[in-house]
């Protein structure tokens, strides 16, 4: 862990206050931070000023220049990084202590190897992937017209990088941005790993940022914060791991119920704004989805009144609803199924990248099974 103590100095150096805490390697997760000693609730554990953080103002000049002026932040940092030259490197001991090319294109989707692998990502996946390649495309396009000598794959590093790495951040500068592109690099910040539940407090202002203990730590525990309300899917796409326990999950149903669906069934839920974006999670399936079931369980017109009135049709309507959903989850679970045996049976990509996948599935499959067992409860 030499390199972590020469980045915490560097970062000292800079300003940067630690207290009570320290890198250290968590099995499955790379490295997150530790509590060194018992820690109280609300003591303060990080404390970085703005002039420590990697932004919009640390960008060189000579970057910022060639990019056209509605380059996105996530661009120009991405490029700024993928630029700066070894005998040049001011930021030498966080360069040393984050992830690799080869790892990073291990675990995250839009570098796998294998685009066979794509399209086994659960349906909302594939269509966050789709959205990250299309700003990836756009971000390569600007910075390799700008920088022709750069290597496609040390710009798409220093993209995944600045994807994974960081923090929403909001001065008077950025705050005329699109909110997504209001981030800004923290080394020694970036050390926390994400848990879905609880996580320290994290607060900015323009002058700095401060992470403050949520609770007491024991020594030896790890402290984390919460990257978000993220599901499964999100946290796979965007950061290249899935949470065993997740209270924010949910399972896309396009994919389930949409075929159910007849063409002018899909013109009405489209013009009353209800046309796709079903989801199911640990409790209950979404409104949308109860929507889009109640129009196959009730006349027209009396859809068109539960939907101005925003009612549910009373228990008669929900009793067929819920058979109904049965019948189209137990289908669904079969497709679930069908793709777990897929996927243990190929041998594209990395084993790593298949299991992931296998995993999710199943986590896809239990809270559909769960589904089920209450409905036919
Ligand atoms: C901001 S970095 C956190 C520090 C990182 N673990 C490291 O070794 O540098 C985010 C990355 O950490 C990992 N990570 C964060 N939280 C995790 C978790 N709960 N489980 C597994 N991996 C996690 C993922 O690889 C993610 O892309």
């Known amino acids: ?65 060639a990019l056209p002026a509605d380059t996105r932040v996530h661009a120009l940092l991405a490029a700024d990084l993928a630029l700066d030259k070894p005998t040049t490197k001011k930021y030498a001991p966080w360069n040393a202590i984050v992830p690799s090319a080869a790892d990073l294109a291990t675990a995250l989707p839009l570098a796998w190897s294998s685009p066979v692998l794509h399209n086994y990502l659960p ?29 496609p794959d040390a710009f798409r590093h220093a993209w995944l990088l600045t994807n994974t790495r960081t923090f929403y951040h909001e001065t008077a500068r950025t705050a005329r941005l699109p909110h997504d592109d209001r981030m800004v690099l923290q080394p020694v910040a970036d050390l926390f790993n994400h848990a879905a539940d609880g996580g320290c407090e994290v607060a900015f202002t323009p002058a700095s940022f ?20 993220h599901s499964n899917d999100f946290l796979l796409v965007e950061y290249g791991f899935v949470l065993e326990q997740n209270r924010w999950d949910e399972v896309g149903l396009d994919e389930a119920v949409l075929p159910e669906l007849g063409e002018e069934e899909k013109r009405l839920l489209e013009e009353k704004g209800f046309l796709g974006g079903y989801v199911l999670d640990a409790k209950a399936v979404c409104y949308r989805t109860l929507v889009a079931l109640r129009l196959l369980c009730v006349p027209r017109a009396e ?17 067929k609803v819920d058979r109904l959903l049965l019948r189209i989850l137990c289908k669904y679970r079969r497709t679930v199924e069908g793709t777990i045996k897929e996927l243990e049976g190929l041998e594209d990509g990395e084993p790593c990248q298949r299991e992931i996948l296998r995993v999710r599935w199943q986590q896809i499959r239990a809270l559909i099974d769960q589904t089920i067992e209450r409905l036919e409860y």
């Not at 970062?11 to 940067?16: I, K, M, T, Y």
């Not at 939907?307 to 008669?316: I, M, P, S, T, W």
Request: with cysteine; glycine share 8%; net charge positive.
């Open 1 to 65: 862990m030499e390199a972590y103590d020469e980045l915490l100095r560097w970062a000292q150096d800079r300003g940067v206050e630690i207290h009570g805490i320290a890198p250290r390697e968590i099995p499955g997760k790379g490295v997150g931070m530790v509590a060194t000693k018992p820690l109280k609730a609300n003591e303060r554990l990080l404390h970085v000023p703005t002039s420590a953080l990697r932004s919009l103002e640390t960008i060189r000049p000579k970057v910022k220049k």
């Open 123 to 151: 349906p909302p996946a594939r269509a966050l992937l789709r959205a990250q390649q299309a700003k990836f495309a756009r971000d390569w396009a600007a910075v390799s017209a700008a920088f022709p000598a750069l290597a």
């Open 210 to 229: 401060a992470i403050t203990a949520d609770r007491a730590y024991a020594e030896g525990e790890e402290v984390l914060i919460c990257y978000g309300r």
């Open 303 to 319: 859809w068109e009144r539960l939907v101005a009135e925003g009612e549910d049709g009373g228990e008669k309507v929900q009793a």
